[in-house]
């Protein structure tokens, strides 16, 4: 089995390099491939924050890459528990840290973004609560 890193994924999905996005195409079909979760995340950002692609479409992308044949994901359930939490709304990092975290009682974290907000909406596990001061 070999493991891909990032750059190989992006060049696969953003296709703007020909001669590397044709063999990380062979790479990726040749089977018997292994991504660690932590190149998702990279990839995540990657395609929204870098090759600012929209959020639909970076969710597609990972959709795509987990089913791929041959391709075995690091923590396959973790991700797909992030890709459903990030369709509801969760940031794609926030909701792979919560759905790592699924054997702790709570997450905690001080995001003024709602991020506490959102999870409590949902009755995602663990809860992610905001420490008081």
Same mark, same amino acid.
């Given at each position: 089995m070999r493991a891909v890193d990032t750059n190989i994924l992006a060049r696969y999905y953003l296709r703007d390099d020909a @001669?590397?996005? *044709?063999?990380a195409a062979e790479v990726?079909?040749?089977g018997d491939?292994?991504?660690?979760?932590t190149v998702i995340l990279e990839l995540e950002w990657i395609l929204r924050?870098?090759?600012d692609q929209p959020e639909d479409k970076v969710m597609e992308c990972l959709a795509h890459l987990i089913a791929l044949p041959g391709v075995t994901v690091e923590d396959r359930d973790e991700i797909e528990a992030a890709l459903s939490h /990030?369709?509801?709304?969760?940031?794609? @990092?926030?909701?792979? *840290?919560?759905? @790592?975290?699924?054997? /702790?009682s709570e997450l905690l974290t001080f995001d003024d973004r709602g991020y506490a907000r959102r999870a409590k909406k949902l009755r995602l596990k663990p809860a992610v609560r905001v420490p008081n001061r």
């Open positions: @001669a590397q996005g *044709h063999i990726l079909s040749s491939v292994f991504v660690p979760k924050y870098v090759a /990030c369709r509801n709304g969760i940031d794609f @990092a926030d909701a792979l *840290h919560l759905a @790592a975290s699924k054997a /702790c």
